[in-house]
């Protein structure tokens, strides 16, 4: 009789293993909406906006490294669409004033780039394009209109600033005189 129960307490524990197993694999959504900050997941690279309010940081939330974005006064994840793509790993975020650009690094086929995300027209726009090197650390000014990033295109580190033009639309706090060029 002891044979029998303990062969069953095998089998239930082996079926409690696969489940949680199953239960552990299982694909999470993007947190958007009231969620908590901290989680049981790898949370990393944090950077913070000019103002304070948002802070971008990579997740591997959905069983991929991602950038998600949380709005601290809010306490809640932002949405953002067409950033995180399935065919690429991005990380390296840093933010502007109010988190409306974010500049970032992804890397698709291998071959990381220099990328800047507008949350306003939800669109994303490589900005290393011509640069033969390898690119990585990007940052980018408090208004937009900067980016500063490690370049090795001459065999060794060196600092690049890439100048977005005075024609791209600033992000300044609402009231604040816009800077001179």
């Not at 029998?4 to 089998?11: D, K, N, S």
Request: proline share 8%.
């Amino acid at each position: 009789m002891l044979p029998a129960t303990l062969g069953r307490w095998v089998r239930c524990g082996i079926w409690l293993s696969i489940a949680g197993l199953v239960a552990a694999c299982s694909p999470v959504n993007n947190p958007v909406g009231p969620t908590a900050l901290n989680s049981r997941y790898t949370d990393e690279q944090p950077t913070l906006s000019g103002n304070g309010r948002f802070m971008a940081f990579v997740s591997n939330r959905n069983g991929k490294q991602q950038i998600l974005l949380y709005d601290l006064q809010q306490k809640q994840f932002v949405e953002l669409p067409r950033l995180n793509r399935e065919d690429a790993i991005a990380d390296s975020p840093s933010l502007s004033h109010t988190a409306r650009y974010i500049v970032y690094m992804a890397s698709d086929q291998g071959r990381p780039e220099v990328e800047l995300y507008d949350r306003i027209t939800k669109s994303t726009q490589v900005l290393s394009i011509g640069y033969r090197g390898w690119v990585r650390h990007p940052s980018i000014s408090p208004d937009g209109r900067y980016i500063a990033f490690e370049s090795g295109t001459k065999g060794q580190w060196e600092i690049e600033v890439l100048d977005r033009g005075p024609n791209i639309e600033l992000d300044i706090p609402d009231g604040s005189p816009s800077p001179r060029q």
